[in-house]
C-alpha cells in the first residue's frame, strides 16, 4: 500500500490465492473470528483508494507473493523493492509470468 501510494496509484487489484480471503473480503463484513483484525486492517488501508479489486489467482501462479511472505517471515523484516526486484524471485517471476500467459 505504501508503494502505491508513493507513487501515486490509487487504481490496483488484489489477488489472494486463498478464496476464503477473496470472498470475506469482498463482502465487506467479516465474520467474528480471529482473522476479523486482518480484515478490518485491510479494508482500513484500502478505503483511502479510488478503486481495489481483490480477485483470486491460483496458487501456482501466486510463487513470488509466497515467496515474498516467508522470506519476511524467517527475516522478520518488511522490504519495499523499487526498481528491479531481488535475484532471489527472479525463477518466481518467470514461472508466474508463465502460468498467466497460459490461462
Known amino acids: 500500500?505504501?508503494?502505491a501510494q508513493q507513487i501515486g496509484s490509487n487504481h490496483f487489484?488484489?489477488?489472494?490465492?486463498?478464496?476464503?480471503v477473496v470472498e470475506t473480503t469482498k463482502e465487506e463484513s467479516f465474520p467474528a473470528t480471529s482473522e476479523a483484525p486482518i480484515y478490518d486492517d485491510c479494508y482500513n488501508m484500502w478505503?483511502?483508494?479510488v478503486d481495489v479489486s481483490i480477485?483470486?489467482?491460483h496458487r501456482d501462479a501466486n510463487r513470488v507473493?509466497?515467496?515474498i511472505a516467508?522470506?519476511?517471515f524467517i527475516s522478520r523484516q518488511s522490504c519495499i523493492?523499487?526498481?528491479e526486484p531481488p535475484s532471489f524471485l527472479l525463477e518466481f517471476f518467470m514461472n508466474d509470468v508463465t502460468?498467466?500467459?497460459n490461462q
Open 13 to 20: 487489484i488484489v489477488q489472494a490465492d486463498c478464496m476464503m
Open 1 to 3: 500500500m505504501q508503494l
Open 47 to 49: 478505503r483511502d483508494f
Open 65 to 67: 507473493a509466497h515467496e
Open 55 to 57: 480477485e483470486h489467482c
Open 81 to 83: 523493492w523499487v526498481d
Open 70 to 72: 516467508r522470506r519476511c
Open 99 to 101: 502460468i498467466l500467459m
